[in-house]
């Protein structure tokens, strides 16, 4: 991390994203009041470990994570350049055409069903057309189903699955890397692998992963021959290719308004490059609004370890190849529990991994798969605390040992689990006690369960028409065109309620811009 990057606390976000090369034709309506801090760089496993237990996403320092990969690129003719091994030649032609996303699908007040932007290209080259007017995003995944004919997966026989090559940190937490990875016993699942090939200026809008899973991605090496007006991170003499904003899930609301899009089938979310300051929540900033984790990802630099369930959206700076591996772990099975419980808001259910859907519903394979191996890990982290060379080595067990205590209390949820067997609860009360006896408190020690019930009372208490603000204010709640505007603070919902009215007649008169400026002066 660059110096004067790391002893900021925070930055704001539209110098940040300009200063990486975003083009100003997306920044230049960004409010000033959104600020970002750089995600940190970790180099060693115990870094990476702290992150991680923090839920924060992080650059991964060992070259090790991504060096397969990238000696499979350098091996090609194309002198180590992804957009050549990927463009360049024989791979270039896919067999069947595939879809890619055009500038702008899962904007503010786009339509989900909607194909205007969905565009099917026959060649990787097609996406990184220069003569295209939108930029393309095709993400291909690697799935078993999918190489056998099916309409999305890329063809394991065309396209080499590099991101089976990532090497993943924390095994014992995140799972084995290699053949051995995914296994019964892992305490990681392997859910994805995809490969994405980006235009420069495609935007991913708002959104969750698809189970509650880490993502490991890498952007791939490229020649300077690819690169347009490059912009470097620190001393890496790497260019950035990627720019990854992240949100924590306490600010989801802010973010994403779901029954607003349930009712509309349109997105409803934060346009972040087009909200005015005054559009904003009135109040302090550091109290109202969040700080965003911002991520440069760079063309055979850094690996990226993202956190499940963190909002997040992604600005592609350059034409770039990025892959990436996506796991479920057993010991953030919480996890998985909130993104099922957020899916079910949503009018449209998404399609479950397998893991989900088999063995987590199976109350046989619940006891093999997961609960035996949580116990076994439990055991030797029982015995590593007590062998710890210090107090900080200690806590980092403790904090290991309450997300097993977490992970174990999920699996007894019926209402999204399978119905425990009696042997489950019986291994399951066992371990409990053994952690009772050493002072293991998870909501003492971790911060994920410590604001876990707040969490879902909070999700089930989102509202449409009313933006509630940690108990301390309400906020009329409006939307213009799918991007979110919010009124004065009041003390009550049923004044907030009275203001939502004023705002949604005057949006129905073309007067809201006028209507919210008066409200806002008078209160």
């Known amino acids: 991390m660059a110096d004067a990057e790391r002893g900021q606390d925070h930055r704001c976000l539209r110098d940040l994203l300009e200063q990486w090369g975003v083009q100003e034709t997306l920044t230049e309506g960004m409010s000033r009041r959104w600020r970002a801090r750089v995600v940190p760089l970790a180099r060693t496993e115990d870094e990476v470990l702290d992150h991680v237990l923090n839920g924060v996403p992080v650059l991964l320092g060992d070259p090790r994570h991504a060096s397969k990969p990238f000696e499979a690129i350098g091996r090609g003719s194309d002198k180590g350049c992804a957009l050549e091994y990927f463009c360049g030649g024989e791979m270039d032609a896919l067999s069947r055409p595939k879809i890619a996303f055009l500038g702008g699908w899962g904007a503010p007040g786009s339509d989900f069903s909607s194909e ?3 565009s099917l290209v026959a060649n990787f080259s097609d996406v990184v057309d220069p003569k295209n007017e939108n930029p393309k995003n095709l993400q291909m995944f690697h ?3 999918e ?3 099916g309409e999305d997966g890329a063809q394991a026989r065309e396209v080499p699955v590099l991101p089976r090559e990532l090497d993943w940190p924390l095994r014992d937490l995140l799972g084995s890397s290699g053949e051995v990875a995914g296994g019964p016993t892992d305490a990681g699942v392997v859910v994805d692998n995809a490969t994405r090939v980006s235009q ?3 935007v991913t809008w708002w959104h969750l992963d698809d189970g509650g899973e880490f993502v490991l991605q890498v952007g791939l090496p ?4 690819r690169q347009r007006d490059p912009r470097f991170w620190g001393e890496s003499g790497r260019p950035i290719v990627k720019i990854f904003i992240f949100a924590e899930k306490r600010h989801y609301k802010l973010i994403a308004q779901d029954l607003v899009t349930n009712k509309t089938s349109r997105a409803a979310c934060l346009d972040l490059f087009n909200t005015p300051s005054e559009y904003l929540p009135e109040g302090d900033d550091d109290d109202v609004l969040p700080v965003f984790w911002v991520a440069p990802l760079l063309a055979g630099g850094y690996p990226l370890l993202s956190p499940p369930n963190a909002p997040h959206m992604v600005v592609t700076a350059q034409d770039c190849v990025m892959i990436e591996q996506r796991r479920i772990s057993k010991l953030f099975l919480d996890e998985v529990e909130y993104f099922l419980r957020r899916a079910k808001i949503w009018n449209t259910t998404p399609i479950f991994y397998d893991f989900i859907e088999t063995e987590l ?3 046989n394979l619940v006891l093999s798969n997961v609960v035996e191996p949580l116990v076994a890990l439990g055991t030797k982290a029982l015995k590593s605390l007590q062998e710890a060379g210090g107090e900080a080595e200690a806590k980092l067990w403790r904090r290991v040992l309450a997300r097993i205590d977490s992970s174990l209390k999920t ?8 119905a425990a067997l009696e042997a489950t609860r019986v291994r399951i009360r066992e371990f409990q006690r053994e952690l009772q006896a050493r002072g293991i ?3 003492a020690l971790d911060s994920r369960e410590a604001e876990r019930a707040a969490l879902i009372s909070d999700m089930a208490e989102e509202d449409e028409k009313v933006y509630r603000h940690g108990g301390k204010a309400f906020y009329a709640l409006v939307h213009e065109r799918g991007s979110p505007r919010w009124g004065v603070p009041r003390q009550t919902r049923e004044e907030a309620v009275k203001d939502r009215k004023k705002l949604k007649r005057a949006a129905m008169e073309r007067k809201l811009h006028t209507t919210l400026m008066q409200m806002k002066a008078e209160a």
């Open 143 to 145: 799935r078993p189903s």
């Open 361 to 363: 519903r199976d109350p």
């Open 116 to 118: 205007e932007y969905l």
């Open 441 to 443: 408190q998870a909501e």
């Open 222 to 225: 490229l020649s300077k021959s």
């Open 411 to 418: 699996l007894l949820l019926e209402e999204l689990f399978a």
């Open 200 to 202: 420069r200026g495609a």
């Open 147 to 149: 190489d056998e004919g």
